[in-house]
């Protein structure tokens, strides 16, 4: 126990984790004991004999159990980014005491008595208005968790929240291990065929990873990075479609890692989770606290997107179709065969090849434009910190500065795929922003998942990878500017619609001229990327959005649809999946971003179940946002960038997010902005 770093106070640099010292076993020790202080401090919080108060109740719950907190958030952080066998045991024995603590903080009877009391009166207590939403948020937290059950419903709430935590963690680790077992070995130039050397670059960098050290070998991994521009370039049918049957597979074969059982007993959970709630089912649970609100608002949405959605698909096809024909192939256009023709009419067409594109998009240069517009637009200084460690050498550390030298927070950047990491990209904290009784530096990850290029050769984004490195940036802007004086209000923790504002609004600076021509060069020749190359991208800007429109409508449709069910058992998820998007019309060989048995976004976890839909949502706040920037006619106008910072940004969710929308933009959003971005306005 006091050879165990996490038991001591982290003295590292801005308070970080000693991260070379710590070792699996350190973590249920650790545990055991911010548990018991956490208990403490909520006992002592709910046996006082002073009524309650604002400061002795409410700011005294969101001080507690800060110990506790920044553990999860290492504990989580390592599990999702430097994973192990040895720290997937401990993360599949923790799940259930994790859960149980927090079922015991919310269903503690004393303690909402405590804040029930300050929420009946809370009109005459003189709150400020950070302080009313902190009440508001926290006594809903309770009785969404279910403090105001009673008897026996109490005691199976809590049992079916500690099991669901245990099948998250189940699936998350599920999904992890298919595409961590994966690898399409490539070897010769019979199967290397029309990829291009970025491509053959990380292939070979993915080898070496894995420990194929033979010169010829190339490996192709699930990591999307990889896959995709696999299944675009690949002129070896037959291998593409080996690699989209195991993209598309995760989690769907017989076996250990087979995910539809737990899908099946996560539904009957939520579903008799909500209703103990008094719902008819988890969607309209889910919903509810929402800005969207219920399924009508949600599906109207979707309702919006989908049937244009699909007819521009249809018009994309039709291209394809128009190659196919020129190149005499004889053949049905399938899944694996998409992505390999729309790159063809994109050639053809826009005069486009990804191979000329992606020279201009280094990932340091990228990651310097980023940099640069946080500057422009909020006077933030992103200064590289390389002596102080991460939890794996490919971990960057920068200080992050206000314009006049002094600590905003710590941004910590992850950007490679490699076997111990999970798919996909994401923001997460490892401490948020707050004051009340502490003047806490927030440090806020970026995880992405890029093919690291060669020994000795930079890492090529294509222009979705530089999308997406924008999209988690917007994320951890929002947790850095963050500025309220509570943690439970800090950074992205806003409802889940909203939260996706910031990230996509951040994604239209990668595409300003204004950007790429600073920051878009070649990486050979130091060039600046061609105003005739900036031209030919802004014309295809909307090519293909169809196809990847009825994807992501298709996720979201069936997310709802699985959650709205009342019946108490769940349908065999691949079954409801197809019979689904058989009802809806899913055009053949699109498919959908997730299929149910590896959509980590319901699954590994709840946030976002019923909520998928919530990216297009966020679409329509940040287009019709960006629009401010293009009606004052400058994507840096100081003005507007002042006001996103000083509404949106630093508010967190110390205000409701309809609100703050309007304080930024003077009325609600428009969807026009939305639909015309993705060219699915009617002419």
């Not at 999308?467 to 004086?485: A, I």
Request: aromatic fraction near 10%; charged fraction near 25%; glycine fraction near 6%.
């Amino acid at each position: 126990m006091s050879a165990n770093p996490l038991l001591s106070t982290w003295t590292g640099p801005y308070g970080l984790p000693p991260f070379d010292a710590i070792r699996a076993e350190h973590f249920e020790p650790a545990f055991e004991a911010a548990l018991a202080a956490h208990r403490a401090e909520l006992d002592a919080i709910a046996a006082q004999p002073a009524p309650p108060s604002f400061e002795n109740t409410l700011a005294a719950f969101d001080r507690s159990g800060r110990a506790l907190t920044a553990l999860e958030h290492l504990f989580s952080t390592l599990n999702a980014s430097a994973s192990s066998p040895e720290l997937q045991a401990v993360q599949r024995r923790m799940a259930a005491p994790l859960a149980a603590h927090a079922n015991a903080t919310y269903l503690n009877t004393a303690l909402f008595a405590r804040i029930e009391r300050l929420h009946e009166e809370r009109a005459a207590l003189g709150l400020t208005p950070q302080q009313l939403r902190l009440l508001e948020r926290v006594h809903l937290d309770f009785v969404r968790a279910g403090a105001r059950l009673q008897g026996h419903a109490r005691a199976r709430y809590a049992a079916i929240m500690e099991r669901q935590a245990e099948l998250h963690t189940r699936f998350a680790q599920n999904v992890l291990a298919d595409e961590r077992g994966y690898q399409l070995v490539l070897r010769g130039e019979a199967e290397l065929a029309g990829l291009p050397p970025f491509v053959r670059a990380a292939a070979r960098q993915a080898a070496l990873d894995r420990g194929r050290t033979d010169e010829g070998d190339h490996v192709v991994t699930l990591s999307r990075s990889l896959i995709v521009p696999f299944l675009t370039f690949s002129e070896r049918r037959d291998l593409r479609e080996q690699a989209w049957r195991a993209w598309i597979g995760r989690g769907d074969a017989t076996g250990e890692t087979d995910n539809r059982a737990l899908i099946r007993e996560l539904l009957a959970l939520r579903n008799e989770q909500a209703r103990l709630h008094g719902y008819r089912s988890y969607a309209d649970y889910a919903l509810s606290d929402t800005m969207a609100g219920s399924q009508a608002a949600v599906q109207g949405l979707l309702d919006q997107v989908w049937e244009p959605a699909k007819a521009a698909a249809a018009r994309e096809r039709a291209l394809l179709e128009e190659v196919r024909a020129q190149l005499g192939h004889d053949l049905t256009i399938e899944d694996w065969d998409w992505r390999w023709y729309a790159e063809k009419v994109r050639q053809q067409r826009f005069q486009l090849d990804e191979a000329e594109v992606k020279p201009y998009f280094p990932l340091e240069a990228m990651v310097a434009a980023m940099f640069d517009c946080a500057e422009r637009l909020y006077g933030l200084r992103f200064v590289a910190q390389p002596q102080v460690a991460g939890y794996h050498p490919d971990v960057k550390v920068y200080e992050v500065q206000r314009p006049d030298g002094s600590l905003r927070g710590v941004f910590v950047q992850d950007n490679f795929a490699r076997p111990s990491k999970r798919s996909g990209a994401w923001m997460n904290a490892l401490r948020w922003q707050a004051r009340n009784g502490i003047d806490a530096l927030p440090i806020i990850l970026n995880n992405n998942n890029f093919a690291k290029g060669a020994p000795g050769e930079p890492t090529l984004l294509s222009f979705d990878d530089v999308r997406t490195l924008f999209h988690e940036f917007g994320h951890g802007l929002h947790g850095l500017l963050s500025d309220v004086e509570f943690e439970r209000l800090s950074g992205t923790q806003v409802l889940r619609d909203f939260v996706e504002l910031p990230s996509q609004l951040m994604e239209h600076w990668m595409a300003e001229p204004a950007v790429l021509k600073r920051h878009a060069r070649h990486y050979r020749t130091g060039e600046p990327v061609p105003d005739a190359l900036l031209e030919r991208l802004k014309a295809a800007a909307t090519f293909n959005q169809g196809y990847e429109t009825v994807r992501y409508c298709a996720s979201a449709l069936v997310d709802l649809a699985i959650h709205a069910l009342e019946a108490p058992e769940a349908p065999d998820p691949v079954a409801f999946e197809r019979e689904t998007l058989a009802r809806l019309g899913l055009p053949p060989a699109i498919g959908m971003n997730h299929r149910l048995t590896h959509f980590q976004h319901l699954f590994s976890g709840s946030s976002y179940a019923s909520g998928y839909y919530v990216y297009l949502w966020a679409e329509v706040l940040d287009c019709d946002a960006f629009e401010a920037f293009v009606e004052a006619g400058d994507p840096f106008d100081a003005s507007v960038a002042q006001s996103v910072l000083a509404n949106i940004l630093a508010v967190g969710n110390s205000r409701e997010p309809a609100a703050t929308y309007r304080a930024f933009r003077g009325r609600d959003a428009r969807v026009e902005p939305m639909l015309r971005g993705r060219g699915l306005q009617p002419a």
